[in-house]
């Protein structure tokens, strides 16, 4: 920093020099943002300190400020326990039947000083599963949708859609409850319609960024009915250029032949599920890529 007076000619003026160090301390302007799944699976029979899912939601601020913490705030509290630091939920006792679908509120706090404290909630539903009974089928053994590379988050990519034949009314319900990228857990990048089956992007897909392949598992259920079911899609995007220079990334969903699971859920709200692993799966397309 330079200090000059202004004594006038200017050849007379006379200045003063000083080192000032500046420290710029980060502010919280940025709430934590969830970016795990919101529904999980409870199998039958799960024992006590059973692992149903982790959430976790990233903080763009540093240190304490972007430090994040998991409460759970709503819901069963004597059922599920929800670890602080790590965002584990968990089964505090052991689950004899499989019957109810349960609904719970977390909440994602930053641990800045108290008066700066940003925090974000979300909801999770739990789904029982068993494995002794069939349900409804999805409508498609082949779903092919599509999306560009850097469309904007909202994207919609494909539309899911399952029925069951014992009560071709009942409403259907989709979650997607595990999303891999090479067998390895990944940030959520896609949403879907819990009513409508509509699969949609929830952040922008870059390809030079992204994994080459995703795997997304989806899981209907029925209400209304007795039977249940569940399903699972895979959504797969691979690697592949073009000289084009277009950016666009086609994600394509397929049908395996379907794989009934599961599956049985009496009590609360949801009655129904249907669940057919490998079931569906996406392939991405990149002509920024040189083959297919
Ligand atoms: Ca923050
Ligand atoms: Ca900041």
New binding site residues.
Partial sequence: MVATDQAEPASNRISAEKLVTVIVEDV?????TFTSVNAGLLPKGAERGHEILRVHAA???ANT??LVTYDLVSGDAEIFSLERSTGRLTLRREMPSADVTYHLSVRAT?E?VHSQR?STGTHLTIISVTEDMAGPLFTKKLYTGSVAENEPAGTNVLTVSARYTGNPLADIEYFIFNVTANSRDVPLLFDIDQESGVVSTSAVLDREADAEEYELDIIAVTRGTPTPQTSVCKVRKTKSESASGSHYALIHLKAKPYRFESVSVSLGFFTLLSYLPDNIRFHAVDPDSSHR
């Fill in positions: 919280n302007d940025n709430a934590p903080d763009a601020d400020n972007g930053d800045a940003k």
